[in-house]
């Protein structure tokens, strides 16, 4: 057992150590910038007509929706970032899937930015409606993502008893993180390699049949993010059956789901149920953090 324990931490420390974590953000903050200059260069390319693209993306039609590209980047650090937390703690996990739609919603708002209609019927206008509701909801997530962290800063740790199952929980979620990491990679690999060729070789209708950009990647990511709650979850009565722990973690795991399926919806309702999802997490974790307090005055 010993054994195994060793060359799995000795695995972990390979992909999620303090320095890998490191590079890895100068790498993609670097892929980034490279990324936004080339997609500058296209748009250039094709508005002074020396490339011919038909049927080209709303993507180079504008140099604002260039900084969708390197927001698309800083999402997949954020990714790894989610994978990193998780065997650390599951409240920094949430947090970090919070954050994650927030730079959604705003990546989405510079893509939109090239589609406003600057008039005097703004509030009949599909996409500046959209755009609106967006810009609210941006400073909502804000404000709601400081709230989860404030909490989660002021989470009590009640000692538990089933110090080895605890261990082992670790241990579990040590192995879930390195499995996770390839299956993200590739996903994302393919999925950016689909939204390249559609977005900008595409010559077909294929590009205006992807309703929301958004939903590439991002649909999956969060179901297989829902499977790995669930999973955590059915492990996690192991070592503790406390009622808070058990509501808490059930409860992130509808945060998630209404996260997922805001990816189905569009407008103001898909603006809602990510609000309402990132809300529902803040005030679960704000009464488990109750009973916690609750459980140290019995302990006294």
Known sequence: MNKNYFLLDFFYAVLFSEKVKKNCELTIVSIAIVSFILHLLIIALVDFEIVHLNDHSKLLSNPIAAIYTPFSFILIYEVYLLVYYLPKSTSN???KQYEIITLIVIRRIFKDLSKLEFNSNWFNIKYDLEFTYD???T???FFLILLFNQLN???LKVPDSNTSEIIKFIQLKKIIALFLIPIFLILSLFSLGRWIYESFFSISQMV??????N????DDFFTILILTDVLLLLFSFLHTNKFNKVIRNSGFIISTIL????FGTEGILNT???VVAVLFGVLILLIHNKYEKLELIKME
Do not use: H, N, Q, V
């Open 93 to 95: 996990y949430i947090g």
């Open 208 to 213: 205006y049949s992807i309703k929301d950009i």
């Open 272 to 274: 809602i149920l990510i």
């Open 135 to 137: 810009l609210i909801a």
């Open 259 to 262: 996260i997922k399926l805001s």
């Open 139 to 141: 400073l909502l997530l």
């Open 153 to 155: 800063k002021k989470e």
């Open 215 to 218: 939903k590439i990647f991002f």
